[in-house]
């Protein structure tokens, strides 16, 4: 009686870890979560500054890492930036931001501004840059 019981601990213990096993193995290899950057890519080129945000085209939009990377971007912070295309122009015809921001996927790059320019003042509030509007020290 004993016996048969500690086996069936053992089986059940046994059981566990090499789910455990398993579970780590399979973990690696599920692409659907990849690490992304967590903050904000600023582009400061031409104009200062435009954000972009992994986390709310991911996690808020459901989008896959595919649909903007490699064909609308590549995985480099700084690569668009040395395009000389990488204006509004494009972006109205589809290129870059413009491949979904276009008023039908996403709002359309010549509405809301503001929502992807922060400007300079914002860019300096990101940096804890002092001066510029009103500057004084407290
Ligand atoms: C909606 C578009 C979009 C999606 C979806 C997206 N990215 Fe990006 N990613 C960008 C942009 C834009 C950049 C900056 C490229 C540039 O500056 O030229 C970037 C840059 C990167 C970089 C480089 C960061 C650095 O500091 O150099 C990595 C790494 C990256 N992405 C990984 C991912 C992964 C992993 C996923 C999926 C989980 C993903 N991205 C999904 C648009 C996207
Ligand atoms: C693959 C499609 C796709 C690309 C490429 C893309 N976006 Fe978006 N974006 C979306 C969708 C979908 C939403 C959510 C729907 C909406 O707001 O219209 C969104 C929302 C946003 C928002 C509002 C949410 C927020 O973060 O406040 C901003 C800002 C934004 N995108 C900026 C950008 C910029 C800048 C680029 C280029 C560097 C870009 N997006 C490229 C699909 C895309
Ligand atoms: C979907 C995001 C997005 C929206 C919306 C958007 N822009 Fe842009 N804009 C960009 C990106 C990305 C760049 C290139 C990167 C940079 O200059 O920092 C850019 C660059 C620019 C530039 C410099 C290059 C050029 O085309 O001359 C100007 C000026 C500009 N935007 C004005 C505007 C105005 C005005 C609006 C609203 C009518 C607007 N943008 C809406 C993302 C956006």
Redesign the pocket.
Known sequence: MKRSLITILLIFALTIAVQGIFNIGFAGEDEEDADYPTELI?????????V?DHKYHIEEAGMDCDSCHDDTFEQAAGT??ENGD??????YEGK???A??DGDS????????????IGVIGYNKMHNIEGGEGGGHH
């Not at 990488?86 to 972006?91: E, G, I």
């Open positions: 600023v582009f400061t080129q031409p104009v200062k500054a435009v972009f668009a930036e990488f204006t509004m122009k494009s972006l870059y931001c413009g979904c921001h996403a709002f359309a790059s010549n509405t809301k501004c503001a929502v992807c320019h």
